[in-house]
């Protein structure tokens, strides 16, 4: 006979934890816990305890409402606008093809950002390469 699917061990963290995953203070989740933005439960012990599939939604929902900050200044030069040619993903990875004029530009990400970044075939982006080794080649002489 089967065994049942056992549980994850890990199903909620203490709100400290959770208060350093979401870069907020106890207090914070707290009033999120009052105002019933967080289901906060108690440990045996008496120690509150975060559900992490709420924790997530929690986390995206966040995200979604977070506006996004304009890039004011950057240490890379090198930024090639383009056109995503071809997007390939599989459960964990993506590989992004992108055509900067003359240059195919090849990303390797997971692909959790290729989605969150809506990328698809014919989105404009822009490739910024930020390299710590740069190779120059000359032509052989004749």
């Known amino acids: 006979m089967a065994a049942a699917p056992s549980k994850p061990r890990n199903e909620s963290i203490r709100i ?5 995953l979401l870069g907020v203070s106890i207090d914070t989740l ?3 816990e009052a105002a019933g933005t967080l289901p906060v439960r108690r440990s045996p012990g008496g120690q ?3 559900d992490l599939a709420a924790l997530r939604r929690l986390q995206a929902e966040r995200r979604a409402r977070a506006r996004p900050r304009r890039i004011v200044a950057q240490s890379a030069r090198n930024r090639f606008p383009g056109i ?6 599989d459960r964990v990875a993506a590989v992004i093809e ?3 004029g003359p240059h195919r530009l090849v990303s390797l990400m997971t692909a959790e950002a290729a989605t969150e970044l ?3 075939a014919g989105s404009p982006v822009v490739c910024v390469i930020k390299a710590t ?10």
């Open 98 to 100: 992108v055509q900067a």
């Open 48 to 50: 509150r305890l975060v």
């Open 84 to 89: 995503v040619t071809r997007v390939t993903k």
């Open 16 to 20: 400290g934890a959770a208060a350093e």
């Open 30 to 32: 707290r009033r999120w």
């Open 133 to 142: 080794n740069v190779i120059v080649e000359v032509a052989a002489s004749r």
């Open 118 to 120: 809506g990328l698809r």
